[in-house]
């Protein structure tokens, strides 16, 4: 389930995440009911946001914010992370800037849809755990966004 916040003029549905949300949690092999808040918010808002909690003084595409500070989880403890008893069990935040995301689109003469549908799967990802902090982590986490990418028909 979608809790969707649109602090923008940008026209977004929460069907469109919730969509999106589905086919990442199939792919990771999700079977438990998970909720993510989704946040869409201005230039403003998300530099506000990324120099407050990254240090850093600039506006970003994406931010995620997990509920528990996770590693990249085994299936057995993703599993125990994700209780089966806990329906909707709140994962955490992902904060996009649409305005950004459209600016990045047009540099790279790309798609609005599918930079934005990127950026949310990027944001997700985060959250169960994966990051680019190494090379290695990078590899597997890049990997792991073409792989759901594809599964859309959407290529980076």
């Known amino acids: 389930m979608i809790f969707l916040e649109n602090f923008t003029s940008y026209k977004i549905s929460k069907d469109f995440f919730n969509k999106l949300s589905k086919i990442v949690k199939k792919e990771e092999k999700i ?9 869409l918010l201005g230039e403003k808002g998300i530099r506000n946001i990324n120099k407050r909690y ?67 799967i990027h944001g997700f990802l985060h959250l169960l755990g994966y990051n680019h902090k190494n090379t290695k982590d990078t590899r597997e986490m890049r990997k792991k966004e073409r792989e759901i990418l594809n599964k859309i028909k959407i290529a980076i």
């Open 54 to 120: 990254a240090g850093k003084n600039k506006v970003t595409t994406v931010l995620s914010f997990p509920l528990s500070e996770i590693k990249k989880p085994s299936k057995k403890e993703l599993a125990d992370f994700i209780e089966p008893k806990e329906e909707n069990k709140l994962l955490g935040e992902i904060l996009l800037c649409p305005t950004r995301i459209k600016k990045v689109a047009n540099r790279y003469k790309k798609d609005f849809k599918g930079e934005l549908t990127f950026n949310f």
């Open 31 to 39: 079977k438990n009911s998970l909720s993510l808040e989704v946040v």
